[in-house]
């Protein structure tokens, strides 16, 4: 069973920017931009969180409308809904992206 994924005229701006208004999530959406437009295993997330958050998570990600999970046998796979969102949303992705980056970047230079 598949979980259920918005729609993409049902993507709302304000449940995108929730979704990725907490670090832990903001982390995974960078990494999942980071590796590109194949499906992740969600069991490589866990370097962010514990698997009962990172359920949490991901489930709060998919909901938005940011990724798609994909079951296969007793794995789940994570994509991130890049097309989807900027076509709905032209440029925030990648603008958000690029900001975790940015403070990724600053965060390291100061520790």
Request: aromatic share 4%.
């Amino acid at each position: 069973m598949n979980p259920q994924h918005p729609a993409v005229d049902q993507i709302s701006l304000s449940n995108v920017l929730a979704a990725l208004g907490d670090p832990t999530r903001l982390a995974i959406v960078a990494e999942l931009a980071r590796k590109g437009d194949g499906p992740v295993s969600c069991s490589h997330f866990l370097i962010f969180t514990s698997k009962t958050n990172l359920s949490y998570h991901l489930a709060k990600l998919r909901e938005a409308g940011v990724t798609r999970t994909e079951v296969s046998g007793t794995s789940r796979f994570t994509t991130l809904r890049r097309a989807d969102l900027d076509q709905r949303f032209p440029d925030l992705l990648a603008s958000v992206i690029a900001g975790a980056s940015t403070a990724d970047e600053s965060e390291a230079q100061t520790t």
